[in-house]
């Protein structure tokens, strides 16, 4: 079954993708050219859903180009050995975004 996966940012309801609770995964849908970390060559990910669907059990995560059809997907174990954490301010110094873990691209399976 397919679940929502919904974040409050800047006091917006954001779907950030969907949760598989049959396979444990974690399907992403992305525009790489937007939400590529490209100076670091990583993807991120909301710290808090993923912490939250890790403890649910997921076992993978899914990142489709929705403009390419191209995927990346990585296991929880290659996030947990490989994971970066990065927090972003805004130049009056308070933090926009909400706690990010960027995993190199190096370390996704591209499909």
Known sequence: MLKPTI?????RKLKIGNYDTEEKTW????DKSRHF???IESWGLDETMY???KN???LMVV???YNTEERWEIDVDDIENHKRYLHFKNLNGKTDHKTQIFIA???????
């Open 27 to 30: 399907y992403i849908d992305r």
């Open 37 to 39: 970390m490209r100076k």
């Open 7 to 11: 974040i409050n940012a800047n006091g």
């Open 51 to 53: 912490k939250f669907l």
């Open 105 to 111: 691209e190096k370390y996704w399976n591209k499909s």
């Open 56 to 58: 649910e059990g997921m």
């Open 63 to 65: 990142i489709r180009d």
